[in-house]
């Protein structure tokens, strides 16, 4: 699996992207250690009562495991939150030094970012357009004004019409940095970026690994699928045949990555 060319960028944007992955996942960990916490205590309880009768808890006694459930699970959180803050300042304060900043990973252009990324973004963009209500459009306009994206990019999903490390989608990749450079030169300040938008849309660049390449793409081919079924429906008789023959290649070109 060859992996798409990238500019000679801080290494500390892949290190940064770890850091909000790792952090993405810190709310659902500390919810399921808070429970643990919760049942452990609970089962404590039940288990002193033919001992020592539940007296000692007095009226708390239903009381303690929720109450150790939420203290551990909040104290984890926050102590992880905690440690995220010091690294990514750290991390700031590296990508500073190099002329980059921190929350705006496409400042200085999409070098350092995978085709399968950008592909996954691209793909979401497409699928957001198609949806209803202001957080739909917020995101969309976010996705926009990040990398470049437009209605005008020749990109189509739902089958794909370019593939990774291919000549189109090097050019696809030309046309989004110029429109960032534009929006550079005319003083307009992109976004700033953070947790929540990363937990979204996982904003910032990730260095793909085979497996994490692999879970990529299969992220963009499962949007790209369920916008040819909202197309043509469930069954899929009105596919058009070159339609029908692109997806059956998107997917198969997938299934051989997997099986290698």
Request: hydrophobic share 40%; aromatic share 10%; proline share 5%.
């Amino acid at each position: 699996m060859r992996s798409s060319p990238i500019t000679e960028l801080p290494s500390s944007w892949y290190e940064l992207g770890r850091l909000y992955a790792l952090a993405g996942e810190d709310v659902r960990r500390a919810t399921m250690e808070g429970f643990a916490v919760a049942f452990a205590a609970g089962a404590s309880v039940l288990l002193s009562a033919p001992l020592f009768g539940t007296a000692w808890a007095g009226p708390f006694a239903v009381t303690i495991p929720v109450a150790a459930g939420l203290l551990f699970g909040g104290g984890l959180l926050g102590w992880r939150r905690a440690r995220f803050a010091r690294r990514r300042k750290a991390l700031s304060g590296t990508l500073h030094a190099a002329g980059e900043d921190a929350a705006r990973p496409t400042l200085g252009g999409l070098g350092a970012y995978y085709d399968v990324q950008l592909l996954l973004l691209r793909c979401e963009y497409e699928y957001l357009r198609g949806r209803r209500g202001a957080r739909a459009a917020r995101s969309v306009r976010l996705l926009e004004e990040t990398f470049g994206f437009t209605l005008e990019d020749g990109f189509e999903c739902g089958p794909l019409n370019v593939a990774p490390d291919t000549g189109e989608m090097e050019a696809l990749r030309g046309r989004w940095e110029a429109r960032l450079a534009v929006r550079r030169a005319s003083g307009v300040e992109l976004p700033a970026l953070g947790l929540r938008e990363d937990r979204a849309f996982r904003v910032f660049p990730r260095e793909m690994t085979v497996p994490q390449e692999l879970a990529t793409r299969g992220a963009y081919l499962g949007i790209s699928c369920r916008l040819l079924r909202e197309r043509y429906g469930d069954g899929g008789m009105a596919v058009p045949e070159d339609v029908r023959r692109r997806a059956e290649r998107d997917l198969g070109e997938y299934r051989a990555l997997v099986r290698r």
